[in-house]
T-cell receptor, first 109, second 115 residues
Framework: RKEVEQDPGPFNVPEGATVAFNCTYSNSASQSFFWYRQDCRKEPKLLMSVYSSGNEDGRFTAQLNRASQYISLLIRDSKLSDSATYLC??????????FGAGTILRVKS | EPEVTQTPSHQVTQMGQEVILRCVPISNHLYFYWYRQILGQKVEFLVS????????KSEIFDDQFSVERPDGSNFTLKIRSTKLEDSAMYFC?????????????FGPGTRLTVL
């Protein structure tokens, strides 16, 4: 089983749509969780950390379910500039980040 | 805003040659990392480095790889004898502290092409 699993997409949505991405992780000892964004041929950039209580940053909401080992990201009112690959990332407790393969989002006008 | 920088942006080399990829982490950061991303695949951890020592490394980071902080600003990744399968984007990252909750800031990457 992959350490971090994501639906690769692509998700093709119109501007203004709400879109949700899911991610599962295999190691129950995982300690911290993140969503990163990666534009084509660029470096990953932190979008937000994910907490058990859920957290929101503007149009973005992240949720963590430790019991199900499941992480989600909700994007409301999608913009063209949201088009990117969204990476689910897990830290097992050391310094090593474990990345999912990413979910491609394409927002169209 | 401080950022991680990497040079060169693109390196082309012949199989069997040595390459050195260079990174300048954010100045007050103490922890340094290398990751790689083969085209079309996920980002993979290679190594973490603190206080002039490797603190963790992956199975990918075998004897042909080494890291060094030769001075107070640079952090390098050396590949001794490159193979075709080393072709990838190599990202350097740094963080202020260690541990699960500290953000790692990534550089723009060096694209390594091995012919």
């Amino acid at each position: 089983r992959k350490e971090v699993e994501q639906d690769p997409g692509p998700f093709n949505v119109p501007e203004g749509a709400t879109v949700a991405f899911n991610c599962t992780y295999s190691n129950s000892a995982s300690q911290s969780f993140f969503w990163y964004r990666q534009d084509c041929r660029k470096e990953p950039k932190l979008l937000m950390s994910v907490y058990s209580s859920g957290n929101e940053d503007g149009r973005f909401t992240a949720q963590l379910n430790r019991a199900s080992q499941y992480i989600s990201l909700l994007i409301r009112d999608s913009k063209l500039s949201d088009s990117a690959t969204y990476l689910c990332v897990v830290n097992l407790g050391g310094n090593k980040l474990v990345f999912g393969a990413g979910t491609i989002l394409r927002v169209k006008s | 805003e401080p950022e991680v920088t990497q040079t060169p942006s693109h390196q082309v080399t012949q199989m069997g040659q040595e390459v050195i990829l260079r990174c300048v982490p954010i100045s007050n950061h103490l922890y340094f990392y290398w990751y790689r991303q083969i085209l079309g695949q996920k980002v993979e951890f290679l190594v973490s480095f603190y206080n002039n020592e490797i603190s963790e490394k992956s199975e990918i980071f075998d004897d042909q790889f080494s890291v060094e902080r030769p001075d107070g600003s640079n952090f390098t990744l050396k590949i001794r004898s490159t193979k075709l399968e080393d072709s990838a984007m190599y990202f350097c990252a740094s963080s202020t502290l260690a541990g699960s909750y500290n953000e790692q800031f990534f550089g723009p990457g060096t694209r390594l092409t091995v012919l």
